[in-house]
C-alpha cells in the first residue's frame, strides 16, 4: 500500500490533465477537510472507465485503494456469503445481504480494519482473495454462477487464521492461543425470482483444527404486490459453527418478518418487523428456554395541507427483550418521531426520541436556500437527557455547491456535557472545514 498518498494524488491529477482526446471521460476530485482541534484530512479519488483509485491521508494515518473490474486492493469490506459467514444471525429478513453478490468492494471510505487484494480471472464470476486485519488473516476463493433471468448460484472457500486473543503477559502455551486453531469455511447459496416472489437458500459449515465442526442455515422469502411488501426469514446455527474471526455461537433458531404497507407518495407508510431468537432448550429441569423477541413498528406520512407545503412526519419505536435460561428477563424499548417541513427557500427539522438505555433526545435544524448554489444552517440537539452524560450541540453551518465543487464549513459547541459550566464550554468549540472539486 503506498506511504504517501498526497503525492499519488498530485500523480492523479497529472493523468487525469494528460489523457488524450480520444480516450474515454476520466475525472479527478479532490477533498480536502480541517476540524480543529483534531487535525487535518486530505484525499484524491480517480475514476475512469471502471478504474477508481482513491488515497487519503488523516492523523490516524494514510490509507490508499484501487479497483478495477480484474483486481481490487487496499481497505476491503464484504459482501454476500462473506457476511452471512461472519454473522448468519446478525440480519433481518429486509436486508439486502441476502440478494447481493458475494466478493469483496474498496470501501470507499477506507476505513475498513481489513486489508487485502482481490483478484478477478473472470470479472464478476470468479475470485481470489487474501486479507488481514485486526481479526486475523484470511484467504479463499469465490465463484457466481447467473441462472438467467431466474436468479443466481454462488459458491464460498475460506481459510481464517482469528487473532489470538491471550494477554500480553501469557508466557506459556501448549497450543494455539485460540483453542480452534485456523478456521476453514465452505458456503453456498441459491437465489431464484418468479413474478413479484424471490426466495434465497443459504448454507455454510466451519471447519476448525482442533474444535468440533458446525453448520448454519437461511432461508428468505421476499414477497411484492402493489402497495405491499413482505419478507420472511427461517435461520438456524449449530453449537459447533464459528465465524471466521473466532467467535463460537450456542444453538440458535431465528424467525423474522418485515412488513411493509403503502409507500406511494399520495399514501401512508407502515413498516413493522419482529424476529425472535430460540437458543436450545437446557438440559437442566426447571430452567426456561432462553430466547430473545425484537419489535419494531414506523408509521411515515407525507402531506402537503396548505401553501404547498411538503410535511413528512415519521413516528418509530421497538422493544428488545431477554429471557435468560435462570428466568432473568432484560429488556430496552426505544420511541423516536420526527418532522420535516421544507419549500424551495426553507428546510426545517425536528427530532424527538426516547431510550431507556440512553435516556431522551432532541435534535433540529434550520436551512435556508438564499440560491441554488448556496445553504446556511443551524443544527441544535441535545442527548442523554435525564443522565448524568448529558450533552448538548449548537453548530452553525454554511454550504456552497456549483458545478461540482462543494464548500462547507461549521462551527460550533458539540457534544459539550451539560454539567461542564459555561466556564468550560470552550474546550468543545469544533471548527470545521470541508472541500472538494472536480478536475474534468
Known sequence: MPSRPPLLALALLCLGGTAPA???????????????????????????????????????????????????????VGRGLLRLASDPLGFSAESPVFEEGTGLALDASLESSRRGALLMPVPGALGLFAREGADGDGFGAFADVALGTVGFMDALLLSSGPASRSAPDDWYFDRSPWPGGRIGHGCARLSARAGGLRWTL???????????PGAFADLRMRGYTPGAEAAFLLAAVTPGYRSPDGKGTAE?????????????????????????????????????????????????????????????WIAEGDKDVYRAADGRREESSRLGSALSISTGE???????????????????????????????????????LG???????????????LRGERHEARAGIVDCPLAAGWRRTARYVRLSLESSFRVP
Not at 483534531?38 to 471502471?50: L, N, P, Q, S, T
Not at 492523523?59 to 486492493?73: E, K, N, R
Not at 443522565?387 to 456552497?400: C, D, K, P, Q
Open 22 to 76: 480520444a480516450a474515454a471521460p476520466s475525472s479527478v476530485t479532490v477533498e480536502q477537510r480541517y476540524d480543529w482541534p483534531r487535525g487535518a484530512e486530505i484525499g484524491a479519488r480517480f475514476r475512469r472507465d471502471h478504474l477508481e483509485l482513491i488515497a487519503r491521508m488523516d492523523p490516524d494515518g494514510a490509507a490508499a485503494g484501487i479497483s478495477t473490474p480484474w483486481l481490487v486492493a487496499g481497505p476491503l
Open 202 to 212: 443459504a448454507t455454510g459449515s466451519s471447519f476448525a483444527e482442533w474444535a468440533p
Open 252 to 312: 440458535q433458531s431465528l424467525a423474522g418478518m418485515e412488513l411493509r404497507l403503502g409507500g406511494d407518495a399520495d399514501r401512508d407508510e407502515i413498516d413493522a418487523a419482529w424476529s425472535l431468537v430460540v437458543e436450545r432448550p437446557s438440559a437442566v429441569p426447571g430452567l426456561e428456554i432462553p430466547r430473545h423477541l425484537r419489535l419494531r413498528v414506523a408509521l411515515a406520512r407525507r402531506s402537503c395541507p396548505a401553501y404547498d407545503l411538503p410535511i413528512r
Open 346 to 384: 426553507t428546510e426545517s427539522r425536528l427530532s424527538l426520541g426516547l431510550s431507556g438505555a440512553d435516556g431522551a433526545r432532541i435534535a433540529g435544524e434550520v436551512a435556508l436556500r438564499p440560491s441554488a448554489a448556496l445553504r446556511l444552517g443551524l443544527d441544535a440537539g441535545a442527548q442523554r
Open 387 to 401: 443522565t448524568r452524560s448529558a450533552n448538548a450541540s449548537l453548530e452553525g453551518m454554511l454550504v456552497f455547491s
